[in-house]
């Protein structure tokens, strides 16, 4: 699913910035982004994507805090095995 977003937005990010070369293109491009971004749905749709990033982000600190956690503990059990050796 990634991918075909990323396809489909590369492809309009090309065909928008080649689409510059035709003024008139360019104009009526710019027309149908600027109603797209004042739609609800667009709104709606950046809502989502917001959530989902956070969501992405907070499963990461969480996933990175259990690592460290997990490495904390090991490393403190393998520390104090060592320095009972000295």
Not at 53 to 66: I, N, P, R, Y
Request: glycine share 12%.
């Amino acid at each position: 699913m990634r991918l075909r977003f990323g396809f489909f937005a590369g492809f309009a990010t090309g065909y928008y910035l080649g689409a510059m070369a035709g003024r008139e293109r360019y104009q009526q491009l710019n027309r149908l982004i600027g109603r797209a971004k004042r739609s609800d749905a667009m709104d709606v749709a950046a809502d989502k994507a917001k959530a989902a990033v956070d969501l992405g982000v907070e499963k990461a600190k969480e996933g990175v805090q259990t690592k460290l956690h997990q490495n904390g503990k090991t490393e403190q059990g393998s520390s104090s095995k060592g320095s009972s050796r000295h």
